[in-house]
């Protein structure tokens, strides 16, 4: 497979439910990204993972839980979510250099429904 | 903090006219500016990079322009198909290295 993956890419989940995102980026990129997309709203960027550390944590509630165990995988782990948690879930990866930042490739997205 | 805004919301056209899609941003200080288009429950695709330096960028139909101190981006497409119904996106790249996101542009193209 080539590009950015994700499983599953639908999700229905009790409040008490524990799940997990799995987001797989086949580019050879250095750096992953989780973004969480709601109706009517802006993308808004959750975790940022540079060489598998995280260097950014978007005031994300501890529900969200992400894991970055190499350079191609990225995990969300989720507990205890509620209903408004409900969205469509984006991975993306990208290359990041001395010069800067190049593009983000995003995966197709996990569609999220917490009942 | 870096603001995006994309207008109109949402626009239906013709096939066949040519059509442009605008991005505005509150901070000039950027790094670059991407065109994304997404199909309805799908991720995003990455249609035209332009980095802070350029003015613009084409891919095919496709044209976007950067106008870096005025804080506005345009993505013009020529000779609209049904097959370029989507929403479009516009996202600037920051000094922080973050990708901020207008709402898009949801674009229908008539048959």
């Known amino acids: 497979e080539t590009g950015v993956t994700q499983t599953p890419r639908h999700l229905v989940m009790g409040m008490t439910n524990k799940k997990s995102l799995k987001c797989e980026q086949h580019l050879g990129h250095n750096a992953m990204y989780w973004y969480k997309q709601s109706a009517k709203k802006p993308l808004e960027l959750m975790f940022v993972y540079n060489f598998k550390e995280q260097t950014e944590n978007n005031s994300v509630p501890s529900r969200f839980s992400p894991e970055c165990p190499n350079s191609s995988h990225l995990f969300l782990h989720l507990h205890t979510l509620q209903p408004e948690d409900s969205a469509l879930y984006l991975c993306?990866?990208?290359?990041?250099?001395?010069?800067?930042?190049?593009?983000?490739?995003f995966g197709p997205g996990t569609r999220l429904t917490v009942t | 903090k870096q603001e995006v805004t994309q207008i109109p919301a949402a626009l239906s056209v013709p096939e066949g006219e040519n059509l442009v899609l605008n991005c505005s941003f509150t901070?000039?200080?950027?790094?670059?500016l991407q065109w994304f288009r997404q199909d309805p429950g799908k991720g995003l695709t990455s249609l035209l990079l332009i980095q802070s330096s350029q003015r613009e960028q084409t891919s095919g139909r496709l044209n976007a322009s950067l106008d870096k101190s005025s804080g506005r981006s345009t993505l013009y497409i020529a000779a609209s198909q049904p097959g370029d119904s989507a929403t479009y996106l516009c996202a600037v790249r920051g000094g922080n290295e973050k990708l901020t996101f207008g709402t898009g542009t949801r674009l229908t193209i008539i048959p």
């Open positions: 993306a990866s990208s290359q990041v250099g001395q010069s800067g930042t190049y593009e983000q490739y």
């Open positions: 901070d000039s200080a950027i790094y670059n």
